[in-house]
């Protein structure tokens, strides 16, 4: 009569062992499996349930077995490698680099980590605000104004830019230097009669009575730098021997030039 189990090919019953024996063997392993299952079912957080529910996320859908959620997973992974690849891309630097290298300008370190690059590029927009209020106080002008306003003269137009005001001063300045060169013979006996004193000679009604009663006896009565205020066009004419002249009376053997339109100071 055969009293054990033949050889068998498992490891879980020995060999030449009994029926009773094999049995034992078999419901020590199931109580061990039973711990395995146990475990497993808490570590699936689900117990025995037959899929793992709901999820909040947007990856994982509700009620998937653990291969439909690694399956999501998973295909999450490779579409976040690809988002990886644009922000290294975005980044300009290599994969795997752990600061942004070096930098050309003044303002961000070399080998600075982007929170540290933004913190040096914030710090530098705070400075530059304080310097763009000091250039709208410089400008005169309120904040956000795009032109200078109203000028109480005649060069500027209102409502210029900096670079249209800047424009018109330079191109009155032009005007100025060819009228001085155009009138330096003026000026020149402007400057000869200061330097020999003007002295206030008389009044007269207009340029005509310069000539009266004779030409030649009035001059004789004047000397360089003599003033003359004509009535008739509110100039004072100063008389000069020699030289260019602004007015020269039939007769003279100099004349006179323009030293100053009183017109508007006598209106």
């Known amino acids: 009569m055969l ?23 078999l419901e020590t392993l199931a109580e061990l499996n039973a711990a395995d299952v146990d475990d497993l079912e808490a570590l699936s957080g689900v117990g025995g349930a037959a899929n793992l529910g709901t999820f909040t996320g947007d990856t994982i859908a509700d009620n998937q077995t653990i291969k439909q959620a690694a ?22 630097m290599a994969a795997d680099s752990q600061h942004l290298g070096t930098f050309t300008g003044g303002t961000i370190a070399d080998n600075q980590t982007v929170k540290q690059a933004a913190q040096a590029l914030e710090t530098q927009v705070d400075t530059n605000e304080g ?5 709208v106080t410089l400008s005169g002008m309120a904040a956000d104004s795009q032109h200078l306003g109203t000028f109480t003269g005649d060069t ?14 330079e191109t009155q300045v032009d005007t100025n230097a060819a ?41 004789a009565t004047l000397s360089d730098g003599d003033a003359m205020f004509v009535k008739a066009e509110n100039d004072v004419y100063i008389y000069r ?24 100071l006598l209106a």
């Open 3 to 25: 009293q054990t189990w033949a050889p068998l090919t498992g490891g879980t019953i020995d060999d030449n062992q009994t029926v009773k024996q094999a049995a034992q063997a």
């Open 71 to 92: 399956q999501a997973l998973e295909t999450q992974v490779d579409t976040n490698e690809g988002d990886i690849d644009d922000l290294v891309t975005l980044s300009g």
């Open 156 to 169: 500027i137009a209102d409502n210029q830019t900096i670079k249209q005001a800047a424009q018109a001063l």
């Open 131 to 135: 310097d763009i209020d000091d250039l």
């Open 179 to 219: 009228n001085i060169s155009t009138h330096a013979g003026e000026i020149s006996s402007l400057q000869d009669a200061v330097s020999s004193g003007i002295q206030w000679k008389a009044s007269v009604a207009d340029k005509a009575a310069l000539s009266l009663p004779d030409a030649a006896t009035f001059e």
């Open 241 to 264: 021997s020699s030289g260019t002249h602004d007015h020269k009376p039939a007769g003279y053997t100099g004349g006179f030039v323009i030293m100053a339109d009183l017109t508007q």
